[in-house]
């Protein structure tokens, strides 16, 4: 059917966006890679951010207190919380639920209504309280707490400075994004690098947020797939890698509004140059993103303007002609936050990995072990496991979040099924327990395999659930506007 009318995926509402600096002291314990050959971060390459979104439905009174805001019920106008931390991954339950705990006792807020995302630089500290006894370790617990503190603080910024404007989306392309499944030339297995010979999902999607009343940008929303993975052992700075270059250019062409990054699904997805110690090419990937996101906010209309077929014009040629009208924009807001039961391989015992990391003499190994120990204990001893997802409804997009690492496939898939909305996809969302790769994968000697608890039905199974949630979800919001 021809469209008369074509606007932009839009959302009217109340936002407020605010951020604090979370970068760590120099001299914590940032041993990230295996092969790296230190310990602890020798300066800082760029701060570390985090970032926070409150968005609250329009039809709130403009005089609501942030209490008045996330005390209300779930249903009832109750903000969608946002944050987005320059941090790598969880790697303890407790940790993670420390910081996202906070800030729902503060707010009073429901825990299908707030979602903190990471975006998964490798060149960040640790945020592990297990890693206490490792050279400075003794500085992560305060600066966790110091994070936790920074998050509280700027969503109630946010909360309180929520406004009327208008959230607007549109799609790009980027190629920084890499696919890094190599077949090994030397040997029968894979190895995690650029592979030259398989394509990569390169969709950028990008929000701009707007003043209702001033016209100005409030801030940007950068949703991209792609490991920050360009600094790695022989780094010893500090750095939120590639994304901190990239907001760098978009908050400079914005006039300075904070520009947040939304890690997509980027299982199997990392810039072509990486692995280095050198920075200057992490801003350069950095830039490659942000000159992508500025393209990309220039293909954006106005606020509330839509494009109106209004006839044709004879001339050489008979001319289609569009003009910018005005246009009512949606305003609902909906979130839910569902358990989807996983499948999980045959996983060896604690003990049994408590021995081999204690009689492990090789650095890398038991770096892994280590790792492997603690997937271990984060999934339980059932051949299942319940992982939440989180689905907000915000005008025309569909925002989705889940802990893991998923292959592309997952964004891919959501996108394709809801082509009219604007599908935001995120790794890394409240916790983190090990990849999500595609069944055929699992036959394969591969690392995002071998690393993770679950087995070869699990991305299948996330994605199924989604899209039956996120297909009730669209069904009631078109039963509600008739």
Not at 1 to 8: A, P
Not at 29 to 34: C, F, H, K, L, P
Not at 67 to 89: E, F, I, Q, R, Y
Not at 384 to 405: K, S, Y
């Amino acid at each position: 059917m021809f469209r008369r009318t074509v606007r932009d995926f839009s959302a009217s509402a109340r936002i407020g966006v605010a951020r604090r600096d979370i970068t760590p002291p120099v001299g914590i314990y940032n041993r990230a890679w295996g092969a790296a050959a230190h310990d602890t971060a020798a300066g800082i390459h760029r701060p570390l951010t985090a970032t926070a979104i409150a968005i609250v439905p329009a039809d709130r009174v403009h005089d609501a207190t942030p209490a008045d805001l996330s005390n209300a019920a779930p249903h009832d106008g109750a903000p969608l919380v946002l944050v987005t931390v320059d941090a790598g991954w969880w790697q303890l339950p407790e940790d993670e639920w420390f910081v996202r705990g906070a800030v729902l006792d503060r707010f009073g807020l429901d825990a299908a209504r707030l979602m903190i995302a990471f975006t998964h630089t490798h060149a960040g500290p640790s945020i592990c309280r297990g890693d206490a006894d490792k050279p400075g370790g003794g500085m992560i617990a305060a600066y966790l707490a110091s994070v936790r503190d920074a998050v509280v603080d700027a969503v109630g910024e946010a909360l309180a400075a929520a406004r009327p404007a208008t959230l607007s989306w549109a799609y790009g392309k980027c190629n920084l994004a890499a696919n890094r499944d190599l077949p090994d030339p030397q040997g029968n297995r894979h190895v995690c690098g650029y592979n030259p010979d398989n394509a990569a999902d390169d969709t950028l999607l990008v929000g701009r947020i707007t003043d209702d009343a001033s016209g100005a940008i409030m801030g940007t929303i950068v949703n991209y797939a792609c490991h920050p993975t360009t600094l790695a052992w022989e780094n010893q700075l500090i750095s939120p890698d590639y994304v901190g270059a990239m907001r760098e250019v978009v908050e400079a062409n914005t006039g300075g509004a904070p520009c947040a990054f939304l890690q997509g699904a980027s299982g199997e997805l990392a810039p072509r140059e990486q692995y280095v110690g050198e920075t200057a090419i992490a801003d350069q990937n950095g830039r490659r993103l942000g000159f992508a996101v500025l393209a990309t906010l220039e293909s954006l209309l106005p606020p509330r303007i839509a494009l109106e077929y209004t006839g044709v014009v004879e001339s050489g040629a008979p001319l289609a002609t569009w003009r910018r009208t005005e246009v009512e924009l949606p305003t609902t807001i909906a979130a839910e936050c569902l358990q989807v039961r996983l499948p999980l391989k045959s996983l060896p015992p604690d003990d049994q990995i408590e021995q081999e990391i204690a009689a492990c003499t090789d650095r890398v190994m038991a770096e892994r072990l280590r790792r492997k120990l603690r997937v271990r204990r984060s999934v339980g001893t059932g051949a299942t496991c319940d992982m939440p997802a989180w689905i907000w409804r915000v005008g025309d997009a569909l925002i989705v979040g889940q802990p893991n690492e998923a292959y592309s496939n997952f964004q891919i898939v959501l996108r394709e099924h809801f082509a009219d909305h604007a599908v935001v996809v995120m790794n890394l969302v409240n916790g983190c327990v090990g990849y999500l790769s595609p069944p055929e994968l699992h036959d394969l000697d591969i690392y995002q395999v071998w690393q993770s608890p679950f087995d070869r039905t699990a991305l299948d199974e996330l994605i199924r659930t989604c899209v039956d949630r996120m297909r009730e979800m669209t069904r009631r919001a078109k039963q509600n506007a008739r």
